[in-house]
Structures are given as C-alpha cells and as structure tokens.
C-alpha cells in the first residue's frame, strides 16, 4: 500500500531527467544516475517540446463507466483522443488516485484508459481466486470490451506487475511497456527491509480486524513513501492529521479483506526464489520498455530492482529522478507525463 497521496507538492523540481537514452548493451556498470556504460543520453528541456502536450482535461471530472469483464464488471474512465495507454494503479488506490495534471498531460496525444482494479473502488471483486494473472486476465478483458486491439501500458508499483504479467500473457495486446517503482521479481528481487514489511503486515492485520493504526505508524509508510530527500526539500509532508487511525480512513474505496489480498500477490511476485522472474521473458518479447525509478525508493520498493530491469530488457530507457521515492508520480507528475510524451513518440513499436 501506498500513502502518496499524502505528498505536499510545493516547488517541484525535476533534476536529471532525460530526453533520449540509448543502451547498446544489456550490461550496466555502475549506478550512478547516468553513469553506466554504453549509453548515450541527453538532458531534456523540459520547457520545450510539444506546445499541446497539456489538456484541461481533469479526470476526476470525467464520469466513470462500467463494463461487464468475466465475473466483474469493471468500472473505467477513458478520454482525450490518439493512441491508446492503458493505466494500472498502485496497490490500494482506485483510478482517480493519479494526480490530476498526470493523464491531463498524456491526453493531447492519447487516449487514456483508467479504471478500478478488482474488488477496488467501483468495480466488484468477483468470485475468482485474487492472483496477479487474474488481474492481468481482467485488463486484457477491459480492452476487449472496449474493442482496444493494442495499447500502451503503463503500472505503478503493484500495479507495474500487473503490466508485466499482462504483456506476457497477452503480448499481442501490448506495443509500450512503461514500469515505475517496480521489479522483476522472482529470485533476482532486492527485497524490502525486514523491518518495512512487518509494518505493512501488521497495518494490514489491524485493519482487518478494526485495530487502530497509530500516528507514528502513519508517519512511518508517508515517509517511507516520499523518501528522504523529499522530506528534506519538504519537511511538511510527514505531518499527518491527528484524527487519521484507520486505513479505511486513508483508502474509503479499499476493502480490508482487498488490501490483504493485494499484500499477498505482491509477496508471491517478490518471494518467490524458485522463480526467475518477469523479465528474462519480457526481453524475448523485445517491446519497447521505459523504465522510472526514485533514486530515495528503499523501503517499498528498493530502486535497484528498477536498474535489475534496464539490465535484462535490451533497449530499456531508465530515468532516476533524484530527491523522489517511492511515490514519485505524486512527487512529480506533470514532469512524468512529459517523459511519456518523450518516450511514446519516440521509441518505435517492435512488430
């Protein structure tokens, strides 16, 4: 679960970031920001660029639909007009979760699919088994009803699994792959501190059974969530309202019994030592893949997991951003939806 939504968002600044990366080799030497070998790179003006590449368009403005997929029916959001980018949340939050001014900037050139995963928001859990190859079933089932041959695809955090898991069982439905916060999983996934998981563990146990979360627990997953660096430029968005005690509080549209469920398959694609991973099969696939990372992500999802995926996918884009953790598209979602503009435009689809 993630408390980015917490983040005050004062004085943004974005600080290398890119506007063309090239790997010519599927090794990496070193992790400094652009310091690996191989690779050609260029600072971006984030001034420039396309005059139209943000809308007016506020998707919390945008009234939801539905559809009938398998045994649930899902509930969506979709606008702005060109090719298709289809968006998966992070665990806990529903479709109007994402900052405003992030699928604004994609809709000039784009049509933006949002939607409720199962069992979260408005769309109904089901009676299927709760896996992440269900929820990938349940998104290539959401195109099919929306007549939506191909798109590109973009997952945060959990839902940057859901993205992985989707491509590989439906590449055909799939032409960009967009990862932020995210990891391979399997044998080769940096786990989170031992310290982290217990206390995601145990908010999830108190909510399930309507203990009380306390301030410091809070306190813990925002600033575990926005990073040090950010709390450093911000010191202000660790402050948390004293009369917040529940997740149900923080998520309304997130069933105890869901959050749970979502623990679970995150622990099964992050602990699963007989397994070798998503992404030596991702690299087969040879889409085009883009991979954004917070350089302060330690605790939910430790950022070299994102540098293990630039290492395997041959041709991966990698952007760290300095200063921003875990939940960097609240830290800096204008500044991420100019990246996409960057890279969709630019990287050719594989046919």
């Given at each position: 679960?993630?408390?980015?939504?917490?983040?005050?968002?004062?004085?943004?600044?974005?600080?290398?970031?890119?506007?063309?990366?090239?790997?010519?080799?599927?090794?990496?030497?070193?992790?400094?920001?652009?310091?690996?070998?191989?690779?050609?790179?260029?600072?971006?003006?984030?001034?420039?660029?396309?005059s139209?590449?943000?809308?007016?368009?506020?998707?919390?403005?945008?009234?939801?639909?539905?559809?009938?997929v398998?045994?649930?029916?899902?509930?969506?959001?979709?606008?702005?007009?060109?090719?298709?980018?289809?968006?998966?949340?992070?665990?806990?939050?529903g479709?109007?979760?994402?900052?405003?001014?992030?699928?604004?900037?994609?809709?000039?050139?784009?049509?933006?699919?949002a939607?409720?995963?199962?069992?979260?928001?408005?769309?109904?859990?089901?009676?299927?088994?709760?896996?992440?190859?269900?929820?990938?079933?349940?998104?290539?089932?959401?195109?099919?009803?929306?007549?939506?041959?191909?798109?590109?695809?973009?997952?945060?955090?959990?839902?940057?699994?859901?993205?992985?898991?989707?491509?590989?069982?439906?590449p055909?439905k799939?032409?960009?792959?967009i990862?932020?916060?995210?990891?391979?999983?399997?044998?080769?996934?940096?786990?989170?501190?031992?310290?982290?998981?217990?206390?995601?563990?145990?908010?999830?146990?108190?909510?399930?059974?309507n203990?009380?979360?306390?301030?410091?627990?809070i306190?813990?997953?925002?600033?575990?969530?926005?990073?040090?660096?950010?709390?450093?430029?911000?010191?202000?968005?660790?402050?948390?309202?004293?009369?917040?005690?529940?997740?149900?509080?923080?998520?309304?549209?997130?069933?105890?019994?869901?959050a749970?469920?979502?623990?679970?398959?995150?622990?099964?694609?992050?602990?699963?030592?007989?397994?070798?991973?998503?992404?030596d099969?991702?690299a087969?696939?040879?889409?085009?893949?883009?991979?954004?990372?917070?350089?302060?992500?330690?605790?939910?999802?430790?950022?070299?997991?994102?540098?293990?995926?630039?290492?395997?996918?041959?041709?991966?884009?990698?952007?760290?951003?300095?200063?921003?953790?875990?939940?960097?598209?609240?830290?800096?979602?204008?500044?991420?939806?100019?990246?996409?503009?960057?890279?969709?435009?630019?990287?050719?689809?594989?046919?």
């Amino acid at each position: 679960m993630s408390f980015s939504r917490l983040v005050r968002k004062n004085h943004f600044f974005l600080i290398a970031v890119i506007s063309t990366l090239i790997i010519s080799s599927s090794s990496i030497g070193n992790y400094g920001y652009f310091g690996f070998t191989n690779v050609a790179y260029g600072q971006a003006d984030l001034g420039q660029g396309n005059s139209n590449s943000t809308s007016s368009t506020n998707i919390l403005d945008i009234p939801l639909e539905k559809v009938r997929v398998g045994d649930i029916d899902i509930a969506y959001k979709m606008f702005g007009k060109g090719e298709p980018i289809l968006l998966f949340n992070g665990a806990s939050d529903g479709m109007d979760a994402w900052d405003p001014s992030f699928p604004a900037s994609l809709t000039s050139n784009h049509t933006v699919i949002a939607f409720d995963q199962r069992g979260i928001g408005n769309s109904t859990i089901g009676s299927e088994p709760y896996t992440y190859q269900q929820l990938a079933n349940d998104s290539a089932g959401l195109l099919d009803a929306l007549k939506i041959p191909k798109a590109d695809v973009l997952g945060y955090s959990l839902g940057s699994y859901l993205a992985q898991q989707l491509t590989l069982m439906h590449p055909d439905k799939v032409d960009r792959l967009i990862l932020v916060g995210s990891s391979c999983g399997g044998k080769d996934h940096t786990p989170k501190p031992p310290e982290f998981i217990k206390l995601q563990s145990d908010i999830v146990n108190k909510s399930l059974n309507n203990v009380p979360i306390t301030q410091e627990e809070i306190k813990s997953l925002v600033s575990a969530s926005v990073g040090s660096g950010w709390i450093k430029l911000h010191p202000e968005s660790v402050d948390v309202p004293a009369n917040i005690t529940s997740l149900q509080q923080l998520k309304p549209g997130l069933p105890p019994e869901v959050a749970n469920s979502q623990n679970i398959v995150g622990k099964h694609w992050e602990d699963n030592p007989n397994w070798s991973g998503a992404c030596d099969e991702l690299a087969k696939l040879n889409k085009p893949t883009l991979v954004i990372t917070g350089t302060d992500d330690d605790k939910y999802q430790p950022h070299v997991n994102s540098l293990k995926i630039v290492e395997k996918i041959p041709g991966a884009w990698l952007v760290q951003i300095k200063d921003a953790g875990h939940a960097v598209m609240d830290q800096y979602p204008e500044e991420i939806g100019k990246i996409l503009n960057t890279f969709l435009a630019t990287a050719n689809v594989n046919n």
